[in-house]
């Protein structure tokens, strides 16, 4: 069997197996959800409700005019408490805070939608829009437009990401094994709507169970072929994973759609097919709750707006002394300093680590070894460019391409000096990037 990948990549150690091997489980409904407006990359929600309304599951509760944005729905049945600021895994944003009345009646706009081929590209991704699907692998960008490529860009090629390559991370894997039906609706759908006949579900190797899984359910449809990986880290980033299924480069800065493919998630697929099968909009996901600091780790069915601490309890709660909690994966999550905030539609994972696991060592000198340099799979060169953010030089490491970068972390995690590369990289493409902005505005 002939394993595809690409160039660079590190090998981290998998720390899959607390998980990797328990079957999902819904988590227990909360008493209260705090549900963020702005869940997504693009325009935050406005908010369709207000404080004393009464809510069903499923009824959109947030929704904005904007293109780049994506509606938000209520996941518990019950009454809007308050609509507050409040801290989100991703800083603050304004909240619906929905207490539960424990029935979960779903509201009445939630029926299922007509069979794919009797609907037209626009009336499907209408459907997605009004569903509220975004990115489910973390970055969530709105899927919607994800599928609206202008019109010169001919898609020829529509890939699923199910390489999972991150640390701990195992969702998407039990989600591969336990619905495969579902992502593979999803697939068709997307694949529908941007009007594309071929397409690759990438998994890597370490995954046979999930591989099986994906080509049984994938053997009766044509044009769908499922796409054996190495294990390396980052095979699942966008740009990594077109090159290891089609061979095709995507140019520095530029899009997916530049080379005629798009990429999403399994997860997002699988959000897909709810949408149309059952027509739920999206109100939860899979969260994998994981790593030393938990008593027991699992595999959760976890609605929106349930608070990490919840979500920890019913995993054991804590275990010793935590040294750190993030929201994703240890290479590419977002480090939290509070257990007091929400899941949202991007919280793959809830990573919970003691402090023996979160300890770092000092940072040295660079050595000067190119370790960096050799394994960056963008073909960057991160000392380079860390170096001029610390020297704040951000027009020099623009020249080099900066915002190239894929934040993947690589560099950071073989850097033998430890030296934290990613972060001076991060500031120097929030720099630039904040200087485009002043010159657009002039």
Not at 395 to 401: L, Q, R, W
Request: glycine fraction near 8%; charged fraction near 25%.
């Amino acid at each position: 069997m002939e394993l595809r990948t690409f160039k660079g990549g590190i090998h981290p150690p998998h720390n899959k197996r607390s998980t990797d091997a328990k079957a999902v489980e819904r988590a227990e409904s909360p008493k209260i959800v705090s549900i963020p407006l702005q869940q997504h990359i693009g325009a935050p929600c406005q908010p369709l409700v207000q404080a004393g309304d009464i809510v069903k599951v499923g009824q959109k509760i947030g929704d904005s005019e904007a293109f780049v944005s994506a509606p938000v729905h209520s996941s518990v049945s019950g009454t809007v408490k308050q609509i507050v600021e409040k801290e989100t895994p991703t800083g603050q944003a304004l909240c619906v805070v929905i207490e539960s009345d424990g029935n979960n009646e779903i509201d009445e706009s939630v029926k299922p939608k007509p069979d794919i081929e009797t609907l037209s590209k626009d009336e499907i991704l209408k459907i997605i829009r009004e569903a509220g699907i975004t990115g489910m692998g973390g970055a969530t960008f709105p899927t919607h437009v994800k599928l609206s490529p202008p019109p010169d860009k001919e898609i020829d090629a529509f890939i699923l990401n199910g390489a999972e390559c991150e640390p701990y991370l195992t969702s998407d894997h039990r989600l591969m094994l336990e619905n495969p039906e579902m992502i593979v609706y999803g697939m068709k759908a997307m694949m529908k709507a941007v009007n594309v006949k071929t397409g690759y579900i990438g998994i890597e190797s370490n995954k046979p169970d999930a591989i099986k899984a994906m080509e049984d359910a994938v053997k009766d449809e044509e044009g769908i072929s499922v796409v054996p990986l190495k294990v390396k880290y980052p095979q699942g980033a966008e740009k990594q994973l077109i090159y290891a299924c089609t061979k095709r480069e995507v140019p520095s800065g530029k899009l997916p759609m530049e080379v005629n493919v798009v990429v999403n998630n399994v997860g997002t697929a699988a959000a897909v097919g709810e949408a149309f099968i059952k027509g739920m909009p999206l109100i939860e996901r899979i969260v994998t709750v994981t790593g030393g600091g938990v008593k027991e780790p699992k595999n959760l069915i976890v609605k929106i707006g349930t608070s990490f601490k919840e979500v920890i309890d019913q995993c054991g709660g804590y275990n010793g002394e935590i040294g750190k909690l993030i929201m994703g994966g240890p290479m590419m999550g977002l480090a939290q300093f509070t257990d007091e905030v929400p899941c949202t539609k991007g919280t793959s994972g809830i990573l919970v680590f003691t402090q023996e696991e979160a300890s770092l060592p000092q940072p040295q000198n660079c050595i000067r070894c190119g370790k960096c340099v050799e394994i960056c799979p963008m073909g960057l060169l991160p000392v380079t460019i860390s170096a001029y953010s610390l020297k704040y030089m951000w027009d020099k490491a623009e020249e080099i391409n900066a915002l190239d970068c894929i934040e993947c972390g690589s560099c950071s995690f073989v850097c033998p000096s430890k030296r934290p590369l990613l972060e001076s990289i991060r500031v120097a493409k929030s720099e630039i990037n904040a200087r485009k902005r002043k010159q657009q505005q002039k």
